[in-house]
C-alpha cells in the first residue's frame, strides 16, 4: 500500500488499520452480549490459606502447653524475680554428676539436672557449671580420658561436697591450692572492675572540647579593638 511505500506518508497500513477495526468490532460485540460487564471470574478467598491474624494485646492464637519432665510431672518455667538457682541442699549431687575426673558432656549434665529438678532453671545451672569447673587437668591425673575432645573438671575447691569414694587421693592439698588460686582470680578480677570503672568515670568527667579566649585586633575608624572569641 501507499503507507508502506511512500516514507512521506504518515497514515498506517491498509492491512493493519483492516486488523485493527476488526479487533474493535469483535470487542465491542463481546461487551454488549456481557451487558457491558465484565465476565472474568472471581478467585475465592480461603481462608485456610490466608496471611495469619495478627496477635493483638491480651489475646493470643491458643494456649501454650507447658513444659514437662520425662516423668510426665509440669517444668516451672519462671518464678518471677526469684532466682532459679541450684538449692544447698542438692549442690553436692551437682558436683558428683561432674566427678573429679571430669566429664566431657556439658550439656547433657545440664539438662539431665535441670529435668530432674523442675525448680531450678537452664541458664541458672549453666552459669553454676561454669563457675565450678575448669578446662585445666588436675596435676594428680596423669592423662586425660581418651575420646574426649573438650573436659570439664570439677575444681579442687569443691571436693569436700563428693562422696569419699569419689574423691582422689590427697584431696584436701589439691582442695586448699584450688582454693588459694581462687581467691587470686577474685582479686584480679576485682582490679579489673575497678580500673573499668575508672575508667569510665575519666572519660565521662573529661571535656568534650578545649576552649581559649584569644584577642582579635580590628580596625574601627582608625582606633584598634578587641575582642574575645571562642575557638
Request: aromatic content about 6%; some cysteine.
Amino acid at each position: 500500500c501507499r503507507s508502506c511505500v511512500d516514507d512521506s506518508c504518515h497514515k498506517l497500513c491498509e492491512s493493519r488499520l483492516a486488523k485493527r477495526e476488526e479487533l474493535i468490532k469483535r470487542e465491542m460485540k463481546r461487551i454488549a452480549k456481557g451487558g457491558g460487564k465484565k465476565t472474568s471470574k472471581k478467585r475465592k478467598h480461603d481462608a485456610t490459606k490466608g496471611p495469619k491474624p495478627k496477635l493483638t494485646a491480651g489475646k493470643s492464637l491458643g494456649k501454650r502447653k507447658p513444659l514437662k519432665k520425662p516423668n510426665g510431672a509440669p517444668r516451672v518455667t519462671s518464678l518471677g524475680n526469684k532466682r532459679m538457682s541450684i538449692p544447698d541442699e542438692q549442690f553436692p549431687e551437682f558436683c558428683r554428676r561432674i566427678g573429679a575426673r571430669g566429664t566431657g558432656e556439658r550439656m547433657k549434665v545440664i539438662n539431665a539436672f535441670v529435668d530432674e529438678n523442675p525448680e531450678v532453671s537452664t541458664r541458672q545451672v549453666t552459669i553454676k557449671f561454669s563457675e565450678i569447673t575448669t578446662r585445666k587437668m588436675p596435676s594428680w591425673m596423669s592423662e586425660k580420658p581418651k575420646g574426649k575432645a573438650f573436659m570439664f573438671y570439677l575444681r579442687g575447691r569443691f571436693y569436700h561436697l563428693l562422696p569419699e569414694n569419689e574423691r582422689p587421693e590427697n584431696w584436701e592439698k589439691y582442695a586448699a591450692e584450688d582454693e588459694l588460686l581462687w581467691k587470686e582470680e577474685k582479686r584480679q578480677e576485682k582490679e579489673k572492675k575497678a580500673q573499668s570503672t575508672k575508667a569510665v568515670a575519666e572519660a565521662k568527667s573529661a571535656p568534650t572540647s578545649e576552649t581559649e579566649n584569644v584577642s582579635v585586633e580590628a580596625e574601627s575608624d582608625g582606633e584598634p579593638l578587641k575582642k574575645k572569641g571562642k575557638v
